[in-house]
């Protein structure tokens, strides 16, 4: 069955970087889009960035500080956060879209604070 399983995340300074990965497992993943979206508790889990056929969309919040990529040999998507923020705080989900089917995977807690 499909699999998405992220990696990466992590306490760090505001100012700092992470690199989130999600390794996918048990789909034809170059015929996916994916993408990560972010959870706070109480409120809706947010779009962060997507990634589909080689175009790419950010939140305003992330724009020229988040870098969505794939390695579709490795069927991996990064997600590379730079100049992170106290309020970058929270968990985040990678997800794989491909027609109806939408999966997610479990999830990584990011916290930036001092």
């Known amino acids: 069955q499909v699999q998405l399983v992220e990696s990466g995340g992590g306490l760090v300074q505001p100012g700092g970087s992470l690199r989130l990965s999600c390794a996918a497992s048990?789909?034809?993943?170059?015929?996916?889009?994916m993408s990560w979206y972010r959870q706070v508790p109480g409120k809706q889990r947010e779009l962060v960035a997507g990634?589909?056929?080689?175009?790419?969309n950010y939140a305003d919040s992330v724009k020229g500080r988040f870098t969505i990529s794939r390695d579709n040999a490795k069927n991996t998507v990064y997600l590379q956060m730079n100049s992170l923020k106290p309020e970058d705080t929270a968990v985040y989900y990678c997800r794989a879209d491909l027609g109806m089917a939408v999966y997610w995977g479990q999830g990584t807690q990011v916290t930036v604070s001092s």
């Open positions: 048990g789909m034809v993943f170059r015929f996916y889009g």
């Open positions: 990634i589909s056929s080689g175009s790419t």
